[in-house]
Structure formats: structure tokens, C-alpha cells
């Protein structure tokens, strides 16, 4: 039942495809993603900041297991005043275990409405999994029985799937994933399943490719979300676009950076017809506004 | 055979002079590379890796980050190439002729150049029969646009020591993986010579922003030095610029403008010509005539 990804869907050009409708003239949606994620210390981390010395990776690898847990303690609580402040509900996109080992983060996020995106049980490529069917069901179901509702979104860890993934997140009752980063608006895909949409998440309005991969200065971050909000809010007046900022609490939640992530809203907040909406608002907005196309 | 039984050593300024019509200094040409990248395969760049490091198969992250080049950045950029009246050279895998034909035909509309650019995106080193993947390539651009290319870009500039031959042999008239000169210049083969028209790997957006990590404004900036340098060494004797983009990097709406912002100042330069890579061919063989 693998598919690869053209069995799924076939190329398209988006000038060629009906024009989505925003309510109110809208022009941009932006979607803003919180990842949380736990880096089982008994396992290579997800990231590093610090190598070892002559390069060799060890275990246990302390130093980069506290660098993230820095975003959990402290970071976090920095993304966490700035959305109250701003009222803002982003989506959480989170590893299952994080309601285990990180109840309070967690809660905090339940309590202020945040939208629980599943992210995998904990931070690894999903090809490593011995039995991902059960890790994404296991996952599903836990985030259910933590916030009463099962996720409808669900991004993969470093966005990795393999070729039978999305059957298994259609089965589980996934609605919407954000792993594949091919378009500026929501797509339908086929699965032996029943169909998945795609929301547009990004690998460039991120802070993993920016800052850890790409190892750009803390102030870019605001000019490159700037630069692609003005390009996206100009196309919005022909055509609504979707504008995804996705930050990590251990990147883009330290002292020296946040200041440019709230730059990014302050920016933002000057323009009329720029909703923010949570991945599931987008997934209803989207599965209404093609019948009306239609 | 090697690159200096194909050429010698040529210092610049030891030239006679290449003179363009009408007075123009300069030429610049724009290439827009279209890709396919095959999903069975290990993706040929990558923006993000994946966690704790390795390179699982297959890529979806990194290939779907490659196809929104086509579905959606080909089409920004092209507004902006059409608003500046520009005819762009398409560098075009074989296998993507017909799995973006919607891009193919824009192209074709316009009048752009089709430039072969390998069957598919693998290195030419790599492919199974190098003969074989140029006919092919030939063949899915005459069967859409019913003309021979006749410009070849290896993909990722790669070449066997054999490969200007067989581009001859397969009916190409110049090649641009040699970005060794500012001027056109002509390489040896086992048959017929070859011209090699200027190409960049410094102003191209796969170097600048996938490999040295930069950001998006300095793409402007470069081109802007570059352009006011050659410009000026340009005074005696013409010279060629090449400003390079793929469609997933400058067609990302945060980097698109400065792509925009260095065609345009460049574009309103009186004496500076905006051309193909068979224009660019077409004078030089005329002028090495005039000159000789």
C-alpha cells in the first residue's frame, strides 16, 4: 500500500488552480507552530550546539541534552507570555511524551487553548521506528486522553515519513499534515485510507534550518519573516496565502532571539486582512472554501 | 581528454577585443534551472536534515521543499521576468519537460531558450550511458518544443572527461559547466570545437544560500558588485554575466525580491544587453570571425 508521493497527488501549478476565498477580504493566514519535543538522553540528540571535542558523537551527550531542555524550563515560559499578551492560540505541534515528562509545559498549553498538533512519540525519524503504525496510534491516543480530543493535525519528527506513512496517520485519524512543504495552500493527497490534506508548514520560516542548520545571526529571523510576509501579503490581495513561523523553545525562546521573534508580530500587527489561525481552523476554512470554488 | 588539451591558458586582457552591436558593453543572461528530483533517490540538496543526523530514504521533507519550486516559486519569478520583458534560458532536466509542462509551456510562450540539463538531475559521472541521457534530454526538448537545444548545463556542472565530445557528436554548440572566463571561449573535442558561454557558480542561489548559508539580500548585493565590475572591465572588450536561480530558492517569497531588485537596476542600464545563451553564442561566432 506505499505510495510514492506523485501516486498521491499530481503536479499542479497554482496559477492554474480556482482562487480560495478568505472571509472579510482576508489576504494572509498565518499559522504560527510551537514545537515541543523530548531528546531521550539514552539516544543521539536531535540537534547539537556544541560537538565534541575532535568531533566524535558520545553518549551520553549532556551538553546538548541540557541546551534543549533550557527551551522546556525557561524558553517555553518566553513563547508562552507573548501569546497571552497577544491573544493569540498558536498550534503545538508535540511529541506524545511531553504530557508524560513535561506535564506542566503541557498543561500550560492546554489551559491557554493552544491546538495539540501529534509529533510523533518522542524526537527521532520516523524510520527508525520498529512499529510506526503503533508509535503514531500510541501517540493519537495519548494526546486524546490528555486534552479530551484527538489532534486532527500531525507533523513528523524533522518532518520525516516513509512511503506508507500517511495510511497509517489516515487510519489513526489524522485530518491534516504539515510534512509536506510543497505549496502556499492546503492540498488534498490520496491514501488507502481516505484522503489527507496538506497544510503549508515551512522549512524556511523556521528557526531549525535558520539558525542550527543554515547558522544565520539571532536579527535575520525578523527580516526574512518580513520579507516573505510583505511578498505573500501583496499576492493576498489576488489570491490568499498561508504564512507558516515555526520555532522551537530551546532556539528562537533564548534571551538574545526572542526580541526578533516579537519584532515578527509587532510587524504584522500594522496590516489589515492578516488572520491568525491554528492548523485546525485552517483545515475547516479550506475544506469550505473549495466546495465553494467548486 | 583533460581541460588543458582542450584549452590553453588565455589571459584576458592579451585578447583581441570582442566588440557587441551598437555599442553595448556588456551581455547578461538568466538562467532559470528546472529540476526534477526523484523521490527514490538521496534528494540532491537538502534545507533540513533529519533528526540526530543520517539520511533516511526516502526524503519527503526535502523533496516536497524542491517541488514547491515548481508548483509555486517558477511562478513569481516568471511575473517578475515577464513585467522586465526579459527571455530567460530554461536549464531543464529531460524528465521534467513533460512532468511540469505547465512551466514548459510558459517558457515556450515566451520564446525562452530550453537548455539541456541532464536526463535528470544526477551526476553525469553517475548516469548509466552518458550518450544515451544526453539523446535523451535532447529528445524530451525537441519533442516539446519541436527545436534541438542547442546550449547543454550538466547538472550540478558535472562532466566525465568525455562529455564535451559527446555533446558535440549529439548536436550541442555550446556548454556552459566551464565557468572558467568572463568571455565566451572555445574548448577542443575529438570532433568539431565547442563554445563554452560564461556560467556562474558565484551568482547562483544554490551556492549562495544552500552552500555558504547567506542571507537572501546578499544574493542582491553580489550581483550588483559583479555587475559593476565586469561593467567596468567591460570598457575595452564585452563581457558576459550569468545570474543563476532555481525556482525553490529565489522563488520563496522572502528571497524573490532581491532577485527582482538586481534584474531591474540592471535592466535599466542603457548599454547592457539582456540575452539568451544562443544569442550570446550566435554573436560570439561572428565576432571571433570579424576579429580573426
Not at chain 1, 64 to 77: I, Y
Not at chain 2, 154 to 177: F, K, M, Q, R
Request: hydrophobic fraction near 40%; include cysteine.
Amino acid at each position: 500500500m506505499a505510495m510514492i508521493p506523485r501516486e498521491r497527488v499530481p503536479y499542479s501549478a497554482i496559477v492554474d488552480r480556482p482562487k480560495l476565498k478568505l472571509p472579510g477580504n482576508g489576504r494572509i493566514i498565518v499559522w504560527t507552530i510551537v514545537n515541543l519535543e523530548v531528546w531521550d538522553i539514552g539516544k543521539p540528540m536531535a540537534r547539537q550546539v556544541l560537538p565534541a571535542p575532535t568531533g566524535q558523537p558520545l553518549l551520553p551527550d549532556v551538553p546538548n541534552w541540557t541546551w534543549h531542555e533550557f527551551g522546556m524550563r525557561v524558553g517555553f515560559w518566553r513563547f508562552h507570555a507573548l501569546y497571552e499578551r497577544l491573544g493569540m492560540r498558536p498550534t503545538l505541534s508535540i511529541n506524545a511524551r511531553v504530557t508524560v515528562d513535561y506535564p506542566r509545559v503541557a498543561q500550560a498549553c492546554r489551559d491557554a487553548g493552544w491546538e495539540f498538533m501529534a509529533h510523533s512519540w518522542e524526537q527521532g525519524p520516523i524510520h527508525k521506528e520498529e512499529d510506526q503504525r503503533g508509535m503514531i496510534f500510541r501517540t493519537m491516543d495519548q494526546l486524546e486522553n490528555f486534552t479530551g480530543k484527538r489532534p486532527v493535525g500531525w507533523l513528523g519528527p524533522g518532518l520525516t515519513q516513509t512511503y506508507d506513512t500517511p495510511e497509517h496517520l489516515a487510519e489513526a485519524g489524522v485530518k491534516y499534515i504539515g510534512d509536506w512543504v510543497y505549496d502556499e495552500e492546503p492540498t488534498e493527497i490520496r491514501t488507502e485510507k481516505g484522503p489527507l490534506i496538506t497544510l503549508p508548514y515551512s522549512v524556511e520560516c523556521n528557526d531549525i534550518p535558520m539558525m542550527i542548520v543554515q547558522h544565520h545571526e539571532a536579527q535575520y529571523w525578523t527580516q526574512k519573516c518580513i520579507d516573505a510576509f510583505d511578498r505573500l501579503y501583496m499576492e493576498g490581495a489576488e489570491r490568499p496565502r498561508i504564512m507558516a513561523i515555526a520555532i522551537h523553545p530551546y532556539i528562537s525562546g533564548q534571551p538574545f532571539r526572542i526580541k526578533y521573534l516579537e519584532a515578527v508580530y509587532e510587524y504584522m500587527s500594522r496590516f489589515a486582512g492578516v488572520v491568525h489561525w491554528n492548523g485546525e481552523q485552517i483545515l475547516e476554512w479550506y475544506l469550505e472554501a473549495r466546495k465553494e470554488k467548486a | 581528454m583533460k581541460p588543458l588539451d582542450r584549452i590553453s591558458y588565455s589571459p584576458i586582457p592579451q585578447r583581441p577585443p570582442l566588440k557587441l552591436p551598437n555599442g553595448a558593453r556588456m551581455v547578461v543572461w538568466t538562467i532559470v534551472n528546472v529540476e526534477e528530483w526523484d523521490i527514490d533517490q538521496t534528494m540532491p540538496r537538502t534545507v533540513l536534515t533529519p533528526p540526530a543526523g543520517g539520511s533516511p530514504m526516502p526524503d519527503v521533507p526535502n523533496w516536497a521543499w524542491h517541488e514547491y519550486g515548481n508548483r509555486v516559486g517558477f511562478w513569481r519569478m516568471l511575473k517578475v521576468l515577464d513585467s522586465l520583458d526579459i527571455k530567460a534560458v530554461l536549464a531543464i532536466n529531460g524528465t521534467a519537460v513533460r512532468a511540469y509542462e505547465p512551466i514548459s509551456r510558459a517558457a515556450l510562450e515566451r520564446g525562452w531558450e530550453f537548455m539541456g540539463h541532464g536526463y535528470t538531475q544526477k551526476n553525469m559521472q553517475k548516469v548509466e550511458n552518458e550518450r544515451e541521457d544526453i539523446a535523451k534530454t535532447t529528445e524530451a526538448i525537441r519533442a516539446f518544443s519541436g527545436t534541438n537545444p542547442r546550449g547543454w548545463l550538466g547538472p550540478g556542472l558535472t562532466e566525465s572527461w568525455e562529455t564535451p565530445d559527446l555533446l558535440v557528436e549529439a548536436g550541442y554548440e555550446y556548454v556552459c559547466d566551464w565557468v572558467l572566463d568572463d568571455q565566451p571561449v572555445l574548448l577542443k573535442t575529438r570532433t568539431r570545437p565547442i563554445v563554452n558561454v560564461p556560467y556562474t557558480q558565484e551568482c547562483n542561489d544554490v551556492a549562495m544560500m544552500l552552500i555558504q548559508h547567506h542571507s537572501a539580500i546578499e544574493y542582491y548585493r553580489r550581483a550588483m558588485d559583479q555587475f559593476e565590475q565586469i561593467y567596468a572591465d567591460a570598457a575595452g572588450s564585452a563581457r558576459v554575466m550569468a545570474l543563476v536561480v532555481h525556482p525553490y530558492i529565489m522563488g520563496a517569497p522572502h528571497r524573490l525580491k532581491y532577485y527582482r531588485r538586481a534584474l531591474e537596476e540592471i535592466r535599466a542600464r542603457k548599454d547592457v544587453l539582456f540575452w539568451t545563451g544562443e544569442q550570446i553564442l550566435d554573436w560570439y561566432l561572428e565576432a571571433r570571425k570579424e576579429k580573426a
